[in-house]
């Protein structure tokens, strides 16, 4: 799998890369600000690029306005945006570039190495991980609206753990109970978002979109 | 100051009433000339001195209000009323002598003169002036609000301090002993390295947790990121409560008053998540007329008070080191509305 790393701090650029290169990653291009990064994704295939939201020039939120861009440019392009710390506001401005292959974590996370690495994996894959954090901010709003107010609290659980990219089997370890159980849940969860018929992880992607939209702040 | 100034406009108006002045000296020393000269070939009693005095009347008084007229501004009124008071008192002596200097009494009249002189004089002394008022009003504001931000600057490093020292600085030393311990025990007990590393890892996962709440008091990213609309766009998001967020600002504030008021506004929405039971807010952000304002509102049971709590209490005090000021509106049953107004001026929006 073909790997970008964007991130100015040399640091953790190579602790990045190391990691990487140690879980089979061709890591084919280490950058350290947004042109070099798109020079790069303009001239080499890349399956997945992983860039820090503070980079050079003016070390606020480059990475996340590259990662949008790069997006732009190619859609569905999978890009794993970390910072080292986590805004709803961000990650609904990453999924508005489209959902699918969107992975927004906190840089804590990659010191949980198979963790990570399953993410990566996960987005270059055209799947979602949205950091733990995000997911519990979401989870921790009252649900207002329709359809997300119809499902239940274990379900609303489910679905934030489907939001953070976590598999069905992974989920089931998590909260306990069966694959089984868990297979039903998240059927539930389909119907009752109106999800069409369709790829399962297509579907999946859908269903954390809306979850992400039902705290959406109404427009002004 | 010269009365002969030349001005952009021409000669002042006392200069030309200067060249008056001059014509009607030496008409009247004419006029007195021929008065005397007149007595002198008459003879008899001296009554030109009643004329001479008729003519030195006016031309006294004027000569007077014009030489308090070269007093300083802001001290003229004084001068001329000094010098007509002494141009008057020198008349009344000289009426008294003409009048064969018998019971004195212009001192009446010259003492009278004298009081309303020395009242006028002190008033003058004793009261400052409206401009001088003003700058020692500013400089009381400004003593207590330099005090008031230094205190709150200091009481924010140490809570800062200690916040780093019992959090992320001792989850380090604790990340250090456990690898020290692991390298210590890989020879003699390799089978409790293990569980030693995901200690030692857990921990500098705490020790970022930590951090990252410490540096989100001192600047929340976000707002470095993208500004006061923006920051409290995404501080709307974190809260249980719906917040909308409405209006928005052409450009950027200043740093400082960009953290006041983002942290003003953080305080009054963290106070209707813990005391109004409201089930909605709202935050609407200006800026009109060279004044930043933003208004924070709820739904709720009401009952908030600047005086209050310390929370609100720190808002206004933060506020007022930039000239701000805050009300609040929370009547009993609500709802509640605080409202935060800081004058400053915008930097261009970046392009």
Known sequence: MRVVIAEDLALLRDGLSRLLRAHDFDVVAEVADPVALAAVLATQPVDVAIVDVRMPPTFTNEGLVAAIEARARRPGMPVMVLSQYVEQLYARELMLSGSEGIG???KDRVADVQ???DAVRRVAGGGTVLDPKVVAALLSRPERREPLGRLTPREREVLGLMAEGRSNAAIAGKLFVTDKAIDKHIANIFMKLDLPMDH????????VLRFLQDSAPTAP | MSAHT???????WYARWHTVLRFEAFLSAAIGLAVGLGWAAGGGYFWPGWVWLALAIPLGLQAAVRWGLRAPKGQRFLAVHTSVSFALGVMLLFIWLLGGARYFWPVWPIASLAIVLGVHRWFVRNRPNAREQALADRVG??????????DVQAAEL??????????????LVSVAMSLGLAESLLETKPDLVAGLLTEARSTAVAALDDLRTVMQGIQPPVLAD???????????????????VTGGLPGRAPLPVESA??????ECLANVMKHSNATSAWVDLRYEAGLLSVVVGDNGVGGARADGGTGLRGVARRLESFDGAMTVSSPAGGPTTVTMEVPCELSSPKT
């Open chain 2, 226 to 244: 993208r500004g006061l609309e923006g920051a409290i766009r995404a501080l709307a998001l974190d809260i249980a409560v719906q917040v909308t």
């Open chain 1, 200 to 207: 399962d992880d297509n579907r999946r992607v859908l269903a």
């Open chain 2, 261 to 266: 008021a983002y942290f003003t506004a953080a």
């Open chain 2, 6 to 12: 030349r001005t952009a406009r021409g000669w002042p």
């Open chain 2, 158 to 171: 140490q809570r800062i301090e200690r916040d780093l020292h019992d959090g992320a600085q001792a989850r």
């Open chain 1, 104 to 106: 927004y974590l906190l």
């Open chain 2, 141 to 150: 504001v400004l003593t207590r609000t330099r005090r008031g931000a230094l």
């Open chain 1, 115 to 117: 963790t990570f690495v």
